[in-house]
């Protein structure tokens, strides 16, 4: 027995469902869930099934592909364990989070590698046994650095996610590019309040009662990226920037470690710089 | 065109989704949403769908017979305004927040009265233009009173729910039964803790951090029933049990509403005493 | 035994808590409850105190200026009910409970009228014998329909709160600085994101996944006054903008009430165009 | 200079912010921070304030006593690093988050031992050079474990707080006793719904709509002792009591660290089988 997640976008049109289920039941599959939504605004369809059975990945692909308009986009997915590659800075709560749960055998993920520009987290990455690889940006302009990394991250094939667990440092176009609707950051306002740099110090100037943390897609426009996740907490006057910074984490960590969840268990669609999560 | 909410829960098996969908896709049925799940545990499968097209509400009904296993429970509802009855005690907040509702026209509901044991809301109530009926229990027992209740509940046909808005007194199980999960309660706690009298009380007893409101379908376990909604807030030990309550009315308020809207847009399973929410 | 509460405010210095102290102590005022508060940045000091003795209010006053500093800002105010006007366009909700919370005695206030640029909400108000103002804004400039609700607003002298329950039109400078930190707003957006027209509309384009109500302060720059209370809801890509903006009134509607709670019960102060709030 | 905590509860009277007050400015201490409650149902004086200044620890403790009632309780706390112990079964994501924290500098605290009745995370802890201990039950009756749980404690001393972080036996009245008020648990439910084994199996047979985490002093009444936090998450129907016990990892952690930053903070009273929390 196989068991397969389907994932299925398409312009909506009438007896998608039927197709899709009709498919199914003549393959002798079994759903074992099923999430759709109709974007009316737009005319999207999308689709999310679990099903498993006696079918071959190449068939059910196929047969999906034969009975369905060829403008639809269809995914076959085995579930199985995604690599990723986690950037970094300095700050350790985020990244120490996934580690945690790593460890504990929480994620569908292997970690290839944790890359950062500075040093300071590689006593904490190696007893894990990960690899950590410290790549400066001293002395180099932003594309030196990040044709350094990306040297590093050829090195592995297959990379599923690039998770930005509190790295510093904005990402060119050239660089995004590559890894389109693949690098997941947090960042640590709730967008799309205080965007760019020191959230918190915004925050704090403005004199809000809560704040929050936002997990998104990174694309070319700093913090603008489509949103997977977000959560908040309360504050009050009592609470310096730092303050906010310290109880942020708690957030920033969970939401982020929630992102990459969803992103693992294939339940994130991207459109119109938004997502649709089953 | 005709819209139908059609609801449909089954014991689990292969085909389900396939029958409801080609027999739509047949009928010329535009699904504008469709939400399912299947309890795996218990073998359940549950579907709420929304359509339209040109089709007779007996037609829709029968096919869909046609189609379906016979131990299939179906139910094709037209959208409009449901026939709600409100009883309350003496508390306002719950109560103004449904008139007020009402007024703006955001419930799908017609209020066909108000019954309380105390006349302290007729006021209100009048002001609405809506009947006020004070039943009062005073010299009376339990069920005497309750069939004072019910004779005036019997010049209405056609309730759909009886809403307990702060009903301060525990109905008998002659009176439960006949309204069957159209009851629908708030109570004062986030239960299952704090069962029973002045709820805030007991949980400022004890010393609580967060207090809370459940609004849940009414059997004959006190407090017991399937739950529908819940909703929570911080609270800390400047908090008296009478600043618990005053705080309180603000989430109950919110979830008893919640909840009649689920329940009016007909978006509730009830069964193994939970309910399946779309 | 006459109660009051006494709001200081002050450049921090040493002492300043023995001083205040040691008056309630010599006066045998009883301190029924203290907050304090050092912004040590702006080395600011704040402290409300609710006192009960055998003092008359100009005594209390006197002595605490006797005492204190030349600098110190003190406040002695005699709870009791606060008169406020009411300023609202046509949506309901928010008007509705306050009408409602008032209605039940909750509210430390007076409602002296209710102002709108429409008559939509005339048939509301009336209900609950409150005076309802329709002065439209068609055919006027800003300026000129300000002065016709300044003029109307003259007629009732001690005006302590204006409270913009969804009042869709801009204020002039000219009018707020007539009511300065007077004027209280409910903006329908997680302030400072989405600041002007149609925050939910906003906020759906964006692909948000926590939508929010702010109340805030008018001061001259739009939605940019200091915040006093914020709450949020979570929603998902199912939301359209309406259905934020339907759910977003629990929020709106709660959010507002608080403030104005807060703002009866003066436990607010403002100050770097923030609030300190006890 | 010198930086102090001080923590005063007492019989409330008349003068005591006064008299410590007046005390603060003869020794020309700066207060820092300061927090008063009155529990007027109980008459209880409850301050916790940080003052910093030229003065000895005695001198200060010694004045407090001089100016103050006999039956006041005192504490002047240097903030320092407190010494604490963490006992753990299997489960790793308390723990962790603790290593983490502690790792991180976050935590005002060394961490002298991890504990465990099974050796399932000596690995984890062996990483950050913290000793485990495994000490396992098997064979021995309740006392005899725990007498050599109490045996390898007596090695340290000065052991300020015990974390049990997902410890899953029952300590019994005797090892309690020896630990009152320093033993901070996690219960794996809002209490006090759920009691005892399994509540997230209770609370997915039960329906909820939310769950939640306790973290609370022990004491001898079985998830009894005073609570410190809670923290809840929104559930629905589609959640298995596993997928429940997952997301309600998320909360456990967050709050048990978060309690016990409060006690490393000095900021808890216990009273009344209750916590005041400044």
């Avoid at 990244?95 to 055998?105: F, M, T, V």
Wanted: hydrophobic share 40%; aromatic share 8%; net charge negative.
């Amino acid at each position: 027995m196989a068991q397969y997640r389907v994932l299925i976008d398409a312009n909506d049109e009438k007896g998608l469902v039927h197709k899709i289920s009709t498919l199914f039941y003549n393959k002798d599959l079994n759903i074992l869930s099923n999430n759709e939504f109709v974007d009316r605004e737009n005319n999207k369809f999308f689709m999310r099934s679990v099903v498993d059975g006696e079918i071959e990945y190449l068939d059910l692909k196929e047969s999906l592909s034969k009975v369905l308009p060829n403008n639809v986009n269809i995914e076959v997915i085995k579930p199985q364990k995604k690599n990723i590659i986690i950037m970094v800075t300095k700050e350790m709560h985020a990244l120490g989070d996934i580690l945690i749960r790593h460890e504990a055998g929480e994620l569908e993920a292997n970690i290839l590698c944790v890359i950062s520009n500075y040093s300071d987290l590689k006593s904490l990455v190696s007893k894990f046994d990960i690899p950590f690889v410290t790549i400066s940006h001293v002395g180099l302009d932003r594309v030196e650095h990040e044709n350094k990394i990306l040297d590093c991250l050829s090195r592995y094939k297959d990379i599923d996610y690039i998770v930005l667990a509190k790295y510093m440092r904005i990402l060119t176009p050239g660089f995004v590019e590559q890894y389109e609707d693949k690098i997941i950051n947090i960042h640590h306002s709730f967008l799309p309040a205080f965007i760019g740099a020191n959230p918190y110090k915004q925050a704090f100037d403005r004199g809000v009662k809560i704040i929050g943390a936002t997990s998104h897609f990174v694309n070319n426009n700093l913090d603008e990226g489509p949103i997977i996740a977000q959560e908040v907490i309360h504050v009050d006057h009592a609470y310096g920037w730092r303050d906010m910074q310290r109880s942020g984490r708690n957030v920033e960590k969970i939401v982020l470690s929630s992102a990459l969840k969803l992103a693992l268990e294939d339940r994130i669609f991207v459109y119109a710089n938004k997502t649709v999560i089953f």
